[in-house]
């Protein structure tokens, strides 16, 4: 996965566990806009996401910061 998207990833999780806790879930559209100005990049994170690590469309932000961190 490119560096750009995987620190942005570590970014929003950080944001989100400091404003919500580290319980609160998220879905892999929370890194991006609400418009498709990266296809590529969307569906290499989908991919990631859904193909490699068979995550549900939910997952714990904590959770998803370790494998982005763990370079898996």
Request: net charge neutral; glycine share 2%.
């Amino acid at each position: 996965m490119k560096e750009v998207i995987r620190e942005k990833i570590i970014e929003i999780c950080d944001q989100k566990i400091k404003k919500n806790g580290a319980d609160v879930g998220l879905s892999f559209y929370a890194f991006f806009s609400n418009k498709n100005d990266d296809a590529e990049l969307l569906m290499e994170v989908a991919e990631w996401w859904i193909m490699k690590h068979k995550l549900n469309h939910f997952e714990k932000a904590q959770k998803v910061k370790e494998l982005i961190a763990n370079n898996l």
